[in-house]
């Protein structure tokens, strides 16, 4: 009955041994594509067929944390009796004296259900189909969809860019160049850090622009971290998101999104983390910018290596990832400068700044190659 787990779970109603829960997952399905809650109500509204009694009781059973596990077993099952009658009209057949030839064919035939159904266009209606306007969350830098992974040195500032991102995305202010950006909803879920922290960094963002109204950004605080791998947490962030309907998700760090055993493999781990992600950015439509921590510094290295710590699929999943290193002549106090390195190829070209330099309204700036700044009224 909850929209987050029913997404999740590739199953037909055909795959029920009892045509009637068939019927009630369907018309489960039915209103989720509809984005309406299913409800006893909403669901006999929507299919008078529905049997009332049985869905009374399934609804007061609760949701289960390993829903996963059971569409496994619907879909074996399924597989099961669907390969039982073939092997019975397999019988009836050679009894009947037809080609041993056709009723292996027929066998054949059988295929276990699919996790997800698969689905392929005609390359002529791919290749013409009509593609919406992109639409900038970030003007010319973060477009919807886009995901974007920020790691960097410690004590540089990427929390603080990520930040400074998020509130001007909201006030409809470019980060970088003071320019007039869209004003977009903004939801900033923080995973790790102590709620003081937290007010004095988003005070000294949002102070010193003076901001008239309130702008839609939205915090939420996870110092313990989520374990996206869970249904329960992933369940946690849908329902936010679905709450707050952001254009724009900042989340992290990345290594609170998940907890693994000591059989866990981290490949393992980013897959379903990934996963989760990219299915409520589907559902939801929003671009996603996230923080994660780049691996220490190598004995007898002089530059520190920014491409995300632990599985190789950091490196691959992102639109956009950058890496924010001390620039030279750096100065925590007085010369505040980062290098701004991009450790994969972009999927598409954007005018990320070259370098970030202290500002003097908003915690950074952006400046180009040669070290003009980009916004010069800061």
């Known amino acids: 009955m909850h929209p987050g787990v029913t997404g999740e779970q590739h199953l037909d109603g055909a795959d029920f041994d009892s045509p009637q829960l068939g019927i009630i997952w369907d018309t489960i399905r039915a209103l989720t594509a509809k ?19 049985l869905l009374v009781e399934c609804s007061g059973l609760g949701i289960p944390a390993n829903a996963k596990i059971y569409a496994d077993q619907i879909r074996a099952a399924a597989f099961r009796r669907d390969l039982d009658g073939k092997l019975a009209r397999a019988h009836q057949l050679i009894g009947e004296g037809a080609s041993p030839a056709d009723v292996l064919a027929d066998l054949t035939a059988v295929r276990p259900p699919m996790d997800k159904k698969p689905e392929a266009m005609d390359a002529d209606d791919f290749i013409h189909q009509q593609l919406p306007a992109e639409e900038w969350i970030v003007n010319g830098l973060i477009a919807r969809g886009d995901r974007l992974i920020l790691t960097g040195e410690e004590g540089v500032g990427k929390s603080v860019c990520l930040r400074q991102i998020a509130v001007c995305a909201a006030a409809g202010v470019h980060p970088f160049t003071g320019d007039v950006s869209p004003v977009r909803r903004v939801l900033y879920v923080d995973l790790e850090n102590p709620n003081r922290i937290m007010i004095r960094s988003f005070a000294s963002i949002m102070n010193p622009l003076h901001l008239q109204s309130r702008i839609p950004l939205r915090i939420a605080r ?16 849908r329902q936010l998101i ?19 055993g000591a059989a866990q493999k981290e490949e393992d781990l980013a897959r379903a983390v990934t996963a989760c992600l990219d299915q409520l950015r589907e559902e939801f439509g929003f671009a996603l910018a996230m923080e994660h921590h780049a691996p220490h510094r190598q004995q007898g290295f002089s530059n520190r290596d920014l491409r995300p710590i632990g599985s190789s699929l950091w490196l691959r999943w992102p639109e956009f990832g950058l890496g924010l290193a001390k620039g030279e002549g750096f100065d925590p106090e007085r010369n505040r400068i980062v290098d701004v390195k991009h450790w994969r190829g972009d999927r598409d070209t954007r005018p990320w700044p070259a370098h970030l330099e202290q500002g003097s309204i908003l915690p950074w700036i952006g400046t180009d190659r040669d070290g003009s700044m980009l916004r010069r009224s800061a």
Do not use: C, H, W
């Open 35 to 53: 984005r309406i809650q299913p409800t006893p109500a909403t669901l006999i509204s929507e299919n008078a067929n529905v049997d009332t009694s």
């Open 222 to 237: 996870f110092p313990q971290g989520m374990d996206l791998t869970k249904t329960p947490d992933r369940l946690t962030l």
């Open 242 to 260: 679905a709450d707050n309907a952001p254009d724009l998700l900042v989340i992290g760090p990345i290594y609170k999104m998940f907890v693994g």
